[in-house]
């Protein structure tokens, strides 16, 4: 079983609002490692958020979906365009400052705070 399969079958085992604030707290995580300077810590967070956003997507409401269709389609724009921000302090601090706002987002959109 692959480490995403892994990670999709224990996700799907919690309620939906768990699941959004799973994302949410990994989101932050992104945010914090790249801020850092933590670059390779980051990008697997990022792919593995990727796939969680489109996991999560089903049972969401349709606000909750357009944000989460926006993170997964930012985080996915991130991963290709790796070697072209990671280098660039402006790029960071907006990269990191979208993603925290996101998380953000979707922890009021989860109901748990």
Do not use: C, Y
Not at 53 to 71: G, S
């Amino acid at each position: 079983m692959s480490d995403l399969e892994s990670i999709r079958k224990r996700l799907l085992t919690e309620s939906p609002q768990k699941r959004i604030g799973h994302l949410a707290t990994d989101l932050l995580r992104i945010a914090n490692f790249i801020e850092s300077g933590s670059m390779n810590v980051a990008k697997p967070i990022i792919r593995e958020s990727k796939f969680m956003a489109e996991w999560i997507a089903p049972e969401a409401d349709f606000e909750t979906k357009q944000l989460l269709a926006e993170v997964q389609t930012f985080l996915a724009l991130k991963e290709i365009s790796w070697p072209n921000w990671i280098n660039n302090s402006h790029e960071i601090t907006a990269t990191a400052s979208t993603v925290r706002n996101w998380s953000h987002d979707l922890l009021n959109h989860s109901g748990l705070v």
